[in-house]
């Protein structure tokens, strides 16, 4: 199936600063690209996707690229918060197109 | 507007019992898919399922896993004689379409096999 990469598996920022979490695919034929946040023993949930058709789409702090000649894609989130802190998961479709495939998660923590 | 509601949030089973879990999809929806989670790692697909079909279930196992998605009631995913690799976290998501855009998952059932 579908390969997804992510890394880094841990970052640790200070509030106001920056993040960055990258990943890759394997499949040119992707086209649909989630980002999940997940908190402790909660679900996850969906806060930004992007679609093959553009490189960049942009919600409040977060944002979503994507370069499809790589074939990686880069969840940003600026001015981060302590509530920011949690678990992020990338996904790409599986070859099946029904499914996603998950990367392995970055988990985030944002300190005051 | 519900989201997807799963139950149990917990169970508990000895080795050898059978485990029943049960998704309801967000209103409109009906496409679902199950997912499981092991400790601090990703979501892995098990099966989706349309209404009355299971469409792809390349990530079950084919053994003690089922699934099903009646025209009436919630899916269910089916495990029987539980070992204690089942323990994990068990996810269904809804989607409105049969692509993989925009799935949203219920609060899942943790499993515990003792």
């Known amino acids: 199936g579908e390969n997804v990469e992510q890394h880094p598996s841990t970052l640790s920022v200070q509030e106001g600063d920056s993040a960055v979490i990258k990943c890759t695919y394997s499949d040119s034929a992707s086209n649909y690209f989630p980002w999940y946040k997940q908190e402790l023993g909660k679900r996850p949930q969906l806060i930004i996707d992007?679609?093959?058709?553009?490189g960049e789409k942009k919600d409040q702090r977060i944002a979503v690229t994507l370069n499809k000649t790589a074939k990686h894609f880069s969840l940003h989130i600026t001015e981060t918060q302590p509530e920011d802190s949690a678990v992020y998961f990338c996904a790409a479709p599986d070859l099946s197109g029904y499914a996603l495939n998950f990367g392995k998660g970055t988990s985030l923590l944002v300190t005051p | 507007n519900a989201g997807v509601m799963q139950n149990p949030r917990h169970l508990v089973r000895r080795r050898g019992q059978e485990a029943r879990l049960r998704c309801s999809p967000m209103k409109g929806h009906s496409h679902v898919y199950w997912y499981r989670q092991l400790p601090e790692e990703g979501l892995k697909f098990m099966v989706y399922l349309q209404k009355e079909n299971i469409i792809d279930e390349s990530g079950m196992p084919k053994e003690r896993f089922s699934a099903e998605f009646p025209k009436e009631g919630p899916s269910i995913l089916r495990i029987q004689q539980v070992v204690r690799g089942d323990s994990a976290a068990y996810f269904c998501?809804?989607?409105?379409?049969?692509?993989?855009?925009?799935?949203?998952f219920g609060p899942g059932t943790r499993l515990t096999v003792t």
């Open positions: 992007i679609r093959s058709n553009v």
């Open positions: 998501a809804s989607s409105e379409t049969g692509a993989p855009y925009e799935q949203y």
